[in-house]
């Protein structure tokens, strides 16, 4: 239980320096990015979207764990079920599927945009496909190894 909580304490740690980095950003782009960087107005709105979300989705996280670290039964509610091994399998599994089901959508697009919009509409794609293709077999490849 200890380590949980010491978990717990690094992720807030990480999820603190996400909120500033996420702050910083919306300053930087969405604020001063015609003045710094002579952005247009909705590329300003656009990266400061993105930061408006990552600010979000760590301000959420961090409520969440830190409710957690405050309450015992909260606590120990989060314990079992980060260590239930059922749990744990369903995760595994969902993880494999989505990375399955994102990597076929990403080879679909990447013929559709190669046959059909021209050769280097698909290039972006096929960089996707077969980066998260190699580090799919690097980690298969470290795990098989490993057992």
């Known amino acids: 239980m200890e380590e949980y909580i010491n978990t717990l304490k690094k992720r807030l740690t990480i999820w603190k320096l996400l909120l500033l980095f996420s702050v910083a950003g919306i ?5 001063f990015g015609s003045v710094l960087f002579g952005m247009d107005v909705e590329l300003r709105r656009a990266f400061g979207a993105m930061f408006g979300f990552l600010f979000i989705f760590s301000l959420c996280y961090f409520v969440t764990d830190s409710t957690t670290l405050g309450s015992d039964n909260k606590l120990r509610e989060q314990y079992i079920r980060n260590i239930d091994e059922r749990n744990l399998s369903i995760e595994a599994k969902s993880s494999r599927v989505t990375l399955n089901i994102v ?7 990447f013929i559709v945009m190669s046959l059909f919009i021209g050769n280097n509409a698909g290039t972006v794609p096929g960089i996707c496909f077969y980066g998260i293709w190699l580090i799919k077999s690097a980690v298969k490849y470290y795990y098989n190894k490993k057992m």
Do not use: V
């Open 103 to 109: 990597m076929i959508c990403l080879f679909i697009s």
């Open 27 to 31: 300053g930087i782009f969405f604020i």
